[in-house]
């Protein structure tokens, strides 16, 4: 997903006030966006993308048990290595 495409997500996302959950800061964790879920009303990250924004351990350690007391909280995907 291109620069361009992550931020017309967002804006219509917000527009339409679908109440998704955007991680925060914005400025770190939009680059790992790939995708969204209409259906789940859910933004899709790739945790590689935000493993290299953001660090592995702050990823494994804060971000990601965070979904644990989040309700509708983003889907974060793991590509499997080959």
Known sequence: MTDEEREALLAELHEQETGT???????????????????????????????????????????IPAGDYVENYPIITREEDD
């Open 21 to 63: 959950i955007i991680l925060e800061p914005q400025s770190t964790f939009n680059q790992g966006i790939v995708g969204y879920d209409a259906e789940q009303n859910k933004l899709i990250y790739s945790y590689q993308l935000l493993a290299e924004a953001c660090g592995v351990d702050w990823l494994e350690y804060n971000t």
